[in-house]
Nanobody
Framework: QVQLVESGGGLVQAGGSLRLSCAAS????????MGWFRQAPGKEREFVAA????????NYADSVKGRFTISRDNTKNTGYLQMDSLKPEDTAVYYC????????????????WGQGTQVTVSS
């Protein structure tokens, strides 16, 4: 079973950048597609970005396209989410997740989840 641990969240001003990391416990992480989701207070968890097991394919929510970049380094069992041009509406708890089949944007189809990391963007 894969364990995921996010890091890199924090407080940043609007227009700033943060880089989130997702460290996996096993080398088998390289077999999994990975996704990032976020949940703001009072809202449902929403899809942010996903990447295939090889890193060759990516997908983004329209709200972050052009500002966020998902990537992974399978030699380090780690995934990343580079967030630029942050906006106050990006404030949320960010979760990384992994699934055994291809990437998608459906949260309940992901098998493994991290504990989340808080991102707060001030105006």
């Amino acid at each position: 079973q894969v364990q995921l641990v996010e890091s890199g969240g924090g407080l940043v001003q609007a227009g700033g950048s943060l880089r989130l990391s997702c460290a996996a416990s096993e080398r088998t992480f390289r077999r999994y597609a990975m996704g990032w989701f976020r949940q703001a207070p009072g809202k449902e968890r929403e899809f942010v970005a996903a990447i295939s097991w090889s890193g060759g394919s990516t997908n983004y929510a329209d709200s972050v396209k052009g500002r966020f970049t998902i990537s992974r380094d399978n030699t380090k069992n780690t995934g990343y989410l580079q967030m630029d041009s942050l906006k106050p509406e990006d404030t949320a708890v960010y979760y990384c997740a992994a699934r055994t089949w291809g990437m998608n944007n459906i949260a309940h189809e992901y098998n493994y989840w991290g504990q989340g990391t808080q991102v707060t963007v001030s105006s």
